[in-house]
């Protein structure tokens, strides 16, 4: 197997592992463009979600971002790193940041899409963002948005005539 495909499965991997189906970001492309794309199905949604997820600076995200969830699940970073992630401080940014990486990659379209699904949380960012159990969510919630909102301009960019910027 190459290295490429080792990374991509991992990433798979992790997000199942942390409770995220590809669905549920599907969920969320067409959350982002029912109002603009008509007979939209999950099923294309889908497809944009697997396309971006294709990409290896999604793939580097997934990864970097999660582990370091991981690691203040487990206690494992330095004060006052460990307190700010575990919690998710608001003044953080740095969740954001490694989500921009992701969605600079599909435009101006993945950038507002972005800045709207962080506000409002739907789905499965509500779950994630809820920190139930224990677990930190901290990068994970802001990299599923940046996935469904670059898959959501990926699918605007397939057909400019049916699509527009969410507002």
Known sequence: MKNSEIVYQKALELLKERGVELVEIADLVMFLQQSYIEDLTVDSCLEHVEAVLKKREVQNAIITGIQLDILAE???????????????????????????????VYGSIGLTNFGYIDKVKPGILKKLN??????????????VG???ASAA???AHSDPTKSTITQ
């Not at 790193?81 to 921009?100: C, K």
């Open 153 to 155: 301009s990926r699918l």
């Open 146 to 148: 940046a996935i469904a």
């Open 74 to 104: 487990q206690k494992q970073l330095m004060q006052p790193l460990q307190d700010i992630i575990s919690e998710d401080e608001g003044l953080y940014g740095m969740d954001e940041i490694l989500a921009l990486s992701i969605v600079n």
């Open 130 to 143: 809820s920190h139930d159990n224990g677990q930190v969510h901290t990068f994970l919630d802001d990299i």
